[in-house]
């Protein structure tokens, strides 16, 4: 037997079925089957077939009905995770998307008869966030998987961090302007006065005693010139006596007077070292975001877009710049009223020696893969 031609009576009715959106009343969840019609399901409600699956529910209706629902509500909740996360979205929304599949099971089969007491029965058990508007009922899928409740966590602790780091720039600034305001006020010039008298038959005297240039010098007793050069050779005495350095002092001692001599220079980039955005000209995404320094191409051009990442105490730094750039140290801790760091040198000749007094500006985290 051939096909229904197109545009007949038959191929419509076979496509509206194939199509899965028929009525809701005209579908038997029992036997499975669809009719197109009101006088289709009275047939097959007084067929053999039906009367049979009835026998098989009434013998355990809790056992299917508990399945059914089950069925609908984890069908229902999967597509809302996989299509809509946790995004707030209309609770008839998800469900046209799910009654889309012509194979899905079906609401009247379950213990709720209507899609708002659905909804309100997800909010009960806490699988979803839901409320109420003008428009209908909206769902927020809560997400309990391990896995994302570890991310959340992540990102909450990275949130917490940004604003440490925020607030302590804040703080800094706030000192920076109070320090501003002291050394303003003692530099403030004073105006000069007009003389004034308080009466007219009053003088005005000016003391010009100076004293002899004799009279301002200081004498030396030549007795305690001489009690001087004793002290001078017993000086000398102790030096000569102090022990030789051994090979490895000599070595450290030449490398901190190095280190100490060593000007600042103009630029900080360093490879491996985690910086922080600041500039606004690459957009708000990554404005506030950090990262890691994997290539210095240009030593000039990205050090007015990014600053210095201060880490936490233990974590480990780069000395970018000072007498100890380029060495790798542990933080050992931070004097937020000096806007300064304490760090014990990791590497190089010094490695052991701890560093006091280092401004912000000269270290930053380093990343470790």
Not at 10 to 17: E, F, G
Not at 287 to 298: F, I
Not at 326 to 335: F, S, T, Y
């Amino acid at each position: 037997m051939g096909k229904h031609e197109v545009g007949t009576p038959k191929y419509i009715a076979n496509k509206i079925k194939a199509k899965g959106l028929q009525k809701l009343r005209w579908y038997c969840q029992m036997c499975q089957k669809q009719c197109r019609d009101e006088n289709g399901f009275k047939c097959h409600i007084s067929s053999e077939s039906h009367q049979r699956q009835l026998l098989i529910f009434a013998d355990n209706c809790d056992r299917y009905l508990n399945e059914f629902s089950k069925e609908f509500a984890d069908g229902y909740l999967e597509l809302l995770s996989r299509q809509f996360g946790t995004k707030r979205v209309h609770a008839n929304r998800v469900y046209q998307e799910y009654i889309s599949d012509r194979h899905h099971l079906h609401m009247n089969s379950t213990q709720w008869e209507t899609l708002t007491e659905f909804v309100k029965w997800l909010g009960r058990e806490g699988k979803c966030v839901v409320d109420e508007t003008e428009k209908g009922w909206f769902v927020t899928y809560i997400d309990r998987d391990p896995e994302t409740i570890k991310l959340q966590d992540a990102l909450a602790k990275k949130e917490k961090m940004d604003k440490d780091d925020n607030e302590r720039m804040m703080e800094f600034l706030e000192k920076q302007i109070v320090r501003g305001k002291e050394t303003s006020k003692k530099t403030e010039e004073h105006l000069p006065t007009d003389l004034v008298r308080k009466s007219e038959d009053e003088t005005i005297s000016l003391n010009m005693n100076m004293k002899k240039k004799s009279e301002v010098g200081v004498k030396l007793d030549p007795s305690a010139l001489s009690s001087l050069k004793p002290a001078g050779k017993a000086k000398e005495k102790k030096q000569t006596e102090k022990r030789k350095l051994s090979a490895l002092e000599e070595i450290i001692k030449e490398e901190e007077g190095k280190r100490k001599r060593a000007e600042r220079k103009d630029y900080w980039l360093h490879e491996g070292i985690v910086v922080k955005v600041v500039t606004k000209s690459l957009g708000e995404k990554f404005t506030g975001k950090k990262g890691v320094v994997r290539r210095v191409v240009d030593k000039y051009c990205g050090e007015s877009h990014v600053e210095t990442v201060i880490p936490a105490i233990g974590r480990k730094v780069m000395v970018v710049n000072g007498g100890y750039r380029g060495l790798r140290a542990e933080l050992k801790g931070i004097d937020t009223e000096a806007f300064s760091v304490t760090v014990r040198i990791a590497s190089g000749p010094l490695n052991g020696k701890v560093v006091e007094g280092l401004p912000y500006e000269d270290i930053s985290k380093l990343h470790v893969s």
